[in-house]
């Protein structure tokens, strides 16, 4: 498997340039997008069209925080058991269980500037989490998973946010 980093030059950590990830995915895409390999045979044509999905769940994986850590965890031969390992501090419990309420409470009251405020306050705790998993995924591995667990609440209740501000919305 192609280390996703490497696809892209970019140092194997977790703070990256947003900006040099996406100017090296717009060059790597360009030299293999399909469009280029119309002419050319089925099998390099086949083999375009297999480097340019590489390169789109490569250039996915790292622009998203949250993904990129749980890669670089997987490159250490960390799991993160997202899927079975639920256990969470009691604060962060707590945490999760205000941020619910409050967005019951926006949605009974249609509460647009309540839901944003929610929204801001979970993007800080985030902040802290990923400053946090930079260091925890060279120094404690096994920290940084449960690290990443935290970042992947968030990330799907600030989902939820989003969709029922666009349910206001409409």
């Known amino acids: 498997m192609q280390n996703y980093f490497a696809l892209f030059q970019l140092p194997q950590q977790f703070n990256i340039e947003s900006a040099t990830l996406d100017a090296h995915y717009r060059k790597l895409l ?38 990129r850590a749980r890669y670089l965890l997987q490159l250490a031969g960390v799991a993160t058991d997202e899927e079975n390992n639920t256990a969470m501090p009691a604060d962060f ?40 998993v930079a260091e925890e995924i060279t120094q404690a591995p096994a920290q940084a998973a449960m690290t990443v667990r935290k970042l992947q609440f968030i990330d799907k209740v600030s989902e939820d946010v989003n969709a029922l501000i666009a349910q206001l919305e409409d």
């Open 30 to 67: 360009a030299e293999v997008h399909p469009d280029k390999f119309v002419n050319a045979s089925p099998a390099e044509r086949l083999q375009s069209m297999q480097q340019a999905t590489l390169a789109n769940e490569a250039y996915q994986t790292l622009k998203q925080p949250t993904a």
């Open 93 to 132: 419990l707590m945490s999760q269980m205000e941020w619910r309420e409050a967005m019951d409470d926006a949605k009974f009251a249609k509460d647009i500037a309540a839901l944003d405020t929610l929204l801001k306050e979970m993007r800080i705790e985030a902040k802290g989490l990923q400053q946090q």
